[in-house]
């Protein structure tokens, strides 16, 4: 730590513990407590029950899970791949060209997702590309809000990058696509991952534009959490949202076990 006395360390973890619970920890542990409650008593929920999540594991919860996880998984695949592809091509441009890239690939995430949502949800509507009313629309849109992390995760791998282990490479006479796929992408593995695990938990919990243009048999869990909660369902609600920050933590969780190995690879 940056802080060396015993006092400023108790401190900095006082103020710590200050922030980050009343902040962070207590309204997900009140969303933990009603997930596990039938009313609320006071400020406090009450009437201890597993009930809710005999529905939020089955039937419909466990679908919108299932089409939550086929969307993020694959949204995440395209993103990384167009974003890792986008920041290679990048490293190679002019200043001016990378630049001009950059605010591309930043533009989905400088303006709200509703707005996102409603540009798909507008170009896609007519032939040639008629995608509205599909789980295609659904992914496109998934895709075109997490691209921009992949692409700025990878670039700032790419500056990172020691040169001399490609330079070597290539002195031995390797061609570039060689040096691209067994000494560039090893190296950028760690990030890749990374990169990957974050576009998964940004598309596990996108709401805004998914709610813009989901067809009835291609409903995320975030909508269905939205729309328990819309209609009373608090408590049931609440114990999908634990089912959906459970799910996410155990990806990431995984996700994070193989940028370990591959770190030290």
């Not at 696509?177 to 938990?201: K, N, Q």
């Not at 959906?244 to 030290?264: D, K, N, W």
Request: glycine share 6%; with cysteine.
């Amino acid at each position: 730590m940056l802080v060396h006395s015993k006092t400023g360390r108790w401190a900095a973890w006082s103020l710590f513990g200050l922030l980050f619970l009343p902040l962070f920890a207590l309204p997900l542990l009140v969303v933990v407590a009603a997930s596990f409650s039938t009313h609320w008593s006071g400020a406090f929920p009450s009437g201890p029950t597993t009930g809710n999540y005999a529905s939020a594991v089955r039937g419909e919860s466990l679908q919108a899970l299932t089409t939550s996880l086929v969307t993020a998984v694959v949204a995440s695949l395209l993103a990384l791949t167009v974003g890792s592809w986008a920041a290679l091509a990048a490293a190679g441009l002019k200043k001016r060209g990378k630049r001009a890239l950059d605010a591309l690939f930043v533009l989905p995430v400088a303006v709200p997702s509703v707005v996102v949502g409603l540009a798909v949800l507008v170009a896609f509507s007519k032939p040639p590309l008629l995608l509205n009313g599909t789980s295609s629309i659904v992914i496109l849109a998934h895709t075109v809000l997490v691209t921009a992390f992949a692409y700025q995760s990878v670039s700032a791998a790419i500056i990172r990058l020691d040169p001399a282990y490609e330079q070597a490479a290539a002195s031995l006479g390797a061609r570039p696509a060689y040096v691209l796929w067994r000494v560039r992408l090893p190296l950028l593995l760690p990030s890749l991952t990374a990169a990957a695990g974050l576009c998964f938990a940004l598309s596990m919990g996108e709401l805004s534009a998914t709610m813009m243009l989901y067809p009835p048999d291609w409903m995320p869990l975030p909508v269905r959490i939205f729309t328990a909660t819309d209609r009373g369902s608090l408590f049931s609600g609440s114990a999908v949202a634990v089912v959906l920050m459970a799910t996410t933590l155990l990806v990431l969780l995984a996700v994070s076990r193989i940028r370990t190995r591959a770190t030290y690879r």
